[in-house]
């Protein structure tokens, strides 16, 4: 069984940055996508970007592309997400999933297995 513990939310002002980390434990996550999702209050969670198994694949969403960078360190069993240029419409939870995806389908949470209990980032205008 996979654990997932997502680090580094917090408040912030908007234009500033924020880096959030997932450690995974259990088992080894190399074989796994691993993705970030968040949670507005009163809304689905949605897809924010994945990686694939090695990190030589990345995905985003359109609102979050050139502003969040998602790595991953498989030696650490660790994956992050930088997240610059902060806007207020960022303000979630962020939650961290692990899934064995091979191709195509980073961005539904169905196909992710293991979830963090998730961080919460709250950007202020």
């Known amino acids: 069984q996979v654990q997932l513990v997502e680090s580094g939310g917090g408040l912030v002002q908007a234009g500033g940055s924020l880096s959030l980390s997932c450690a995974a434990s259990?088992?080894?996550?190399?074989?796994?996508?691993m993705g970030w999702f968040r949670q507005a209050p009163g809304k689905e969670r949605g897809f924010v970007a994945a990686?694939?198994?090695?990190?030589?694949?990345?995905y985003y969403a359109d609102s979050v592309k050139g502003r969040f960078t998602i790595s991953r360190d498989n030696a650490k069993n660790t994956v992050y997400l930088q997240m610059n240029s902060l806007k207020p419409e960022d303000t979630a939870v962020y939650y961290c999933?692990?899934?064995?995806?091979?191709?195509?389908?980073?961005?539904?949470?169905?196909?992710?297995?293991?979830w963090g209990q998730g961080t919460q980032v709250t950007v202020s205008s």
């Open positions: 259990g088992r080894p996550v190399s074989s796994y996508a």
């Open positions: 999933a692990a899934g064995r995806i091979y191709s195509g389908s980073y961005y539904y949470t169905d196909y992710y297995d293991h």
């Open positions: 990686t694939n198994w090695n990190g030589g694949s990345t």
